[in-house]
């Protein structure tokens, strides 16, 4: 059973990810988390330190995600597989926490304090990426991965505004296949 901060902070992040930032109060996650008045405020006394820790509370989820979803890979199609089954589930099945951390990292753009640095979180995927990219002969995997991370924040963008049914593996395999030599 979730604890009560467990129940808290996944209400917050609905929340914000089908209501937006301005949704993201104490009292309204008690309510939507079925809590006593008063419960999220135990847990985070004010605002910024919600916000802060429904920023660790997403990182924490998605690298558990992504941690599951990165497989060894040995060929091209299987890394085109995995990414493309990462952006399906983070347009699709977790759309709304992906939505909420959109938010709240344009939220706290200028406080850096409010927020946990996700770069730890990027960087893990970035490196997996790179080192798979590199196993399967990328000549600049590095490259190669920043270029397929930005291109998978563009279909997540596009998914989650305006083409929430957009293609996915067609971009996906299009910039894996140009950064590997030809076969």
């Not at 008063?38 to 924490?60: K, Q």
């Not at 938010?103 to 893990?124: C, I, K, V, W, Y």
């Amino acid at each position: 059973m979730a604890t009560t901060r467990e129940r808290a902070l996944e209400a917050a992040v609905l929340l914000v990810g089908e209501q937006g930032v301005r949704a993201l109060t104490h009292g309204r996650v008690d309510t939507a988390a079925g809590l006593p008045k008063g419960s999220t405020s135990n847990w985070f006394r004010t605002r910024d330190a919600l916000i802060a820790g429904v920023l660790v509370w997403i990182a924490e989820r998605e690298r558990a995600d992504l941690t599951a979803a990165m497989a060894p890979v040995q060929t091209p199609d299987e890394l085109i597989d995995v990414l493309t089954g990462v952006l399906e589930d983070v347009t699709g099945r977790d759309a709304a926490r992906t939505r909420a951390r959109y938010a709240l990292f344009f939220e706290t753009a200028n406080a850096p304090g409010a927020r946990p640095s996700m770069h730890d979180q990027r960087s893990m995927f970035e490196s997996w990426t790179s080192d798979r990219l590199a196993l399967l002969g990328a000549p600049d995997p590095v490259l190669a991965a920043r270029a397929l991370l930005a291109t998978s924040a563009g279909i997540i963008v596009n998914r989650l505004t305006v083409a929430p049914d957009a293609p996915i593996r067609p971009a996906v395999e299009l910039v894996v296949r140009a950064a590997l030599p030809p076969r």
